[in-house]
């Protein structure tokens, strides 16, 4: 059985720029977006903190080998296919959160 981890409290940022870049706003076009706007998104954002309680569940997964093709082999047949600049960015690791 594996040994299944639990992570609670999990610190989120809601960033702003990307809030309001999902709004439209882009700041070649817009260098400072209305006041009010920027006051209600920061409003909401902040109740956006209360709307969610952040956790996590994992368990790590011994990695087998990389393959050439840009997959992962785990233990127990199970594999993952990543770009070669993930695959480069896991060399070296033993283990992966499955």
Known sequence: MRDIKIIKDIKLN?????VLRYQGYNRKRVKNPNQNILQ???KEINRGYNL????GIYSLIKIIS????????????????????????LKGVS???G
């Open 14 to 18: 809601i960033d702003e720029e990307e």
């Open 40 to 42: 209600i998104t920061k």
């Open 52 to 55: 969610f309680k952040s956790q």
């Open 66 to 89: 990389f393959a050439s093709e840009g997959s992962i082999n785990l233990e127990n047949e199970l594999a993952f296919r990543f770009s070669k600049s993930i695959i480069n960015q």
């Open 95 to 97: 283990h992966y959160p």
